[in-house]
Structures are given as structure tokens and as C-alpha cells.
């Protein structure tokens, strides 16, 4: 899996623990359990890995950091909500 796809998957990831409310371990686990959220992460099983609960976090933190993860949430649910899609 190429950097820029996985960081595509991990924002999706990011994505689907926000909308969730799902802690770290237990978006990893998800991943591991639920076959619509890998889906959507587009994390193929066989050719790829699930990223574990430590690159969750950091993930996470990297936006934190950069003061961006509230603009890009922000973003998506008013894109959602312009095609008329609720979560």
C-alpha cells in the first residue's frame, strides 16, 4: 500500500472513530471485526494491513497538532449533508 493510500485510509479511519465515538483499540478492533468499516476505510484484508491502535492515535494527534482535524470533520459532514446523507 503507497503512503499517499494509506494515509487516505487512515483519514477515513479517523473519519469513522469521530462518527462513532470509538477509542483507539476499539477502532482497531472494528477494522479487525466489521467488513463495512474496512470497506469504507478501503482496507483490503489480503494485500493490506489494518493499522493498529498506535498509528491510530498518532494519526490522530497529528491533526490534533496541526489544528486541522476539526476543519477537515467539519468539511465532510457539510459535504454529507449537501448530498443529502445522514449519520
Keep these: 500500500m ?3 493510500t494509506r494515509r487516505g485510509a ?9 462518527w462513532f465515538t ?7 478492533e472494528m477494522l ?4 463495512c468499516f474496512r470497506r469504507f476505510a ?5 494485500e493490506g494491513r489494518i493499522p493498529d491502535e498506535t498509528t491510530i492515535l ?7 497538532e496541526h489544528q486541522i482535524a ?3 470533520f467539519e468539511s465532510v459532514n457539510q459535504s454529507l449533508t449537501e448530498k443529502g446523507v445522514m449519520l
Design 2 to 4: 503507497s503512503y499517499t
Design 10 to 18: 487512515t483519514l477515513r479511519i479517523h473519519l469513522l472513530q469521530q
Design 22 to 28: 470509538l477509542s483507539d483499540p476499539l477502532m482497531e
Design 32 to 35: 479487525i471485526d466489521t467488513p
Design 42 to 46: 478501503r482496507i483490503d484484508m489480503i
Design 58 to 64: 498518532n494519526f490522530r494527534h497529528l491533526l490534533e
Design 70 to 72: 476539526e476543519q477537515i
